[in-house]
């Protein structure tokens, strides 16, 4: 299975700052990477798939980079609401298989 | 207005068999695709396995023997049963529709439903 490492659990930003998360697998996956936001007591929401493409409705301040075994989400200017957990999935090979989530706290 | 809702027991007995139902709207299951995606507390979610749009399924290896999924149209539900449930099974448990045909990435995911196992 390929493994997707999340290596930092919790990061804390304020409003306003940059922050980036980051996500390693195991071996290459091209750019079959998606990244998903869960906030407490709502449904999970896709941000980005294909590595670097926005899902309808995400706000142009979340980004996508990255491919390969490497890839990186990034927060620009960060909004109260962008509180959460954010978990990469690789959709190379099955089984799709998570990252363990890094939780993103706003100071 | 696309919504999944899982439900299902919230507390299983080990070695029991777990059933939960996805009822889904805003959607056909004979266009769409739905995965059952299970998360222990504190751990990453971990996929389970697909009701393809057709029909057809697809399952986690680790979990192939004891899942199974399973759909009624006509009532726009998913299914899964799994046997044999231990005391790591415990978990919040999602259904998701995958964002295009075998895109294997999920644009919808169901609140979940809370799974203890315990005696």
């Known amino acids: 299975d390929v493994q997707m490492t999340q290596s930092l659990s919790y990061l804390a930003a304020s409003p306003g700052e940059s922050v980036s998360i980051s996500c390693k697998a195991s071996k290459s996956i091209s750019n079959y990477l998606a990244w998903y936001q869960q906030k407490p007591g709502e449904a999970y929401k896709l941000l980005i798939y294909?590595?670097?493409t926005l899902q309808s409705g995400t706000p142009s301040r979340f980004s996508g980079s990255g491919s390969g075994t490497d890839f990186t989400l990034t927060i620009r200017s960060l909004e109260p609401e962008d509180f959460g957990l954010y978990y990469c999935?690789?959709?190379?090979?099955?089984?799709?298989?998570f990252g363990s989530g890094t939780k993103l706290e706003i100071k | 207005q696309v919504q999944l809702k899982e439900s299902g027991p919230g507390l299983v007995q080990p070695s029991e068999t777990l059933s939960l139902t996805c009822t889904v709207s805003g959607f056909s299951l004979t266009s769409y695709s739905v995965s059952w995606v299970r998360q222990p507390s504190g751990k990453g979610p971990e996929w389970m396995g697909r009701?393809?749009?057709?029909?057809?399924?697809a399952y986690n290896s680790a979990l192939k023997s004891r899942l199974s999924i399973s759909r009624d149209t006509s009532k726009n539900q998913v299914f899964l049963k799994m046997n044999s449930l231990q005391t790591d099974d415990t978990g919040t448990y999602y259904c998701?529709?995958?964002?295009?045909?075998?895109?294997?990435?999920?644009?919808?995911w169901g609140q979940g439903v809370m799974v203890t196992v315990s005696s």
């Open positions: 998701t529709r995958e964002a295009t045909v075998a895109s294997y990435y999920f644009d919808y």
């Open positions: 999935q690789q959709y190379y090979e099955k089984p799709l298989t």
């Open positions: 294909s590595g670097s």
């Open positions: 009701m393809w749009y057709d029909g057809d399924t």
